[in-house]
């Protein structure tokens, strides 16, 4: 610490001290509101991080909290995009983001309760509204309309019961909390197994799996310096531990033909294009193996004589 306030933060000074002392007042408030009094003035308005320790793990933890919170703000868009585009949900498991969306509400709901900074689990709620829309477009695409609306139905009366009034006593809320850690983890099996079955990832948004994977391991070290409450750890190590075995599906299943367009999700379409090609030449490959004549674009019949009889 004191190496990095000689070597990096005191030459810095004369150059940041000019620009963080002079930020606007409502910028000044929201950091004050962050980090609270002591850390505000002694990382912004002194930029020194050897009088108070603490407060630069705890500014990481904060920047770590805002960062998650905005990622999740789109982090399954991308799988409510591949379902509306292909209108299949051929690889997601049903099960799977109904134990999800259990898990958060009840994770949202204990942590609203018991009063825990927002940057600590914000992206709770933003995540609940996208799983809520990846399960009624599973339910749509499925022909099931009736069960999608009974869905959202149970999904906002349990919101209401958890929240919005005192049906849920504080005792009860906690027993919850740890029952919602085992739904977490339940709620990977599903997809992990429905993967394995199906021999690749379907439908399964790349994206979204490797942004959980770098989120739950961030949301471990924001617990460890911002909330003293072991059921929430627990909960997110075992995530954690999940989430990397889903990564690690969708790297060993990425080439899989039941696996539709990671090239193209993650890598831009030029590599799109090139696993088609490959996936063509294989085919093209097959077909001479088994004596089949291959088809070329010049080798169009010009009468019914040049047609194969069978």
Same mark, same amino acid.
């Given at each position: ?136 477009? /599973?339910?749509?695409? @499925?022909?099931? =309309?009736?069960? %999608?609306?009974?869905? &959202?139905?149970?999904?906002? #009366?349990?919101?209401? $019961? ?74 997110? /190590?075992?995530?954690? @531990?999940?989430? =990397?075995?889903? %990564?690690?599906?969708? &790297?060993?299943?990425?080439? #899989?033909?039941?696996? $539709? ?50």
């Amino acid at each position: 610490m004191d190496q990095l306030q000689s070597l990096v933060l005191n030459p810095l000074k004369p150059v940041v001290l000019p620009i963080t002392t002079n930020l606007p007042a409502p910028v000044q408030d929201a950091i004050t509101t962050l980090l609270g009094e002591t850390c505000h003035n002694a990382l912004i308005l002194n930029l020194d991080v050897t009088s108070h320790p603490e407060c630069l793990s705890l500014a990481i933890s904060k920047a770590l909290g805002i960062a998650i919170i905005t990622a999740a703000s789109v982090v399954k868009v991308p799988q409510i995009i591949k379902l509306a585009r292909s209108q299949s949900a051929e690889g997601l498991s049903f099960p799977s983001y109904v134990l999800e969306t259990a898990s958060f509400l009840i994770n949202l709901a204990y942590n609203v309760r018991s009063g825990f900074p927002f940057s600590t689990y914000g992206e709770v709620s933003l995540i609940l509204v996208q799983d809520v829309i990846i399960s009624v477009l /599973i339910l749509w695409y @499925s022909g099931k =309309a009736t069960q %999608a609306g009974a869905f &959202v139905a149970a999904v906002g #009366s349990a919101a209401f $019961a958890l929240m919005g009034s005192d049906i849920v006593s504080e005792s009860q809320m906690t027993s919850l909390q740890a029952g919602g850690g085992l739904l977490s983890i339940a709620s990977k099996l599903p997809q992990i197994l429905t993967i394995w079955q199906q021999g690749g990832t379907g439908q399964l948004s790349a994206f979204a799996v490797f942004n959980y994977l770098a989120g739950s391991l961030s949301r471990i070290f924001t617990t460890l310096q911002e909330v003293d409450d072991k059921l929430i750890l627990y909960g997110f /190590i075992a995530g954690f @531990s999940l989430n =990397a075995v889903l %990564a690690a599906q969708m &790297v060993y299943y990425w080439n #899989s033909p039941t696996t $539709a367009g990671h090239g193209q999700e993650v890598g831009g379409k030029k590599q799109g294009v090139l696993q088609k090609g490959s996936a063509g030449m294989a085919t093209e490959e097959n077909i001479k193996k088994l004596g089949t004549p291959v088809a070329t674009p010049t080798a169009r019949p010009t009468s019914s004589s040049g047609r194969r009889r069978g």
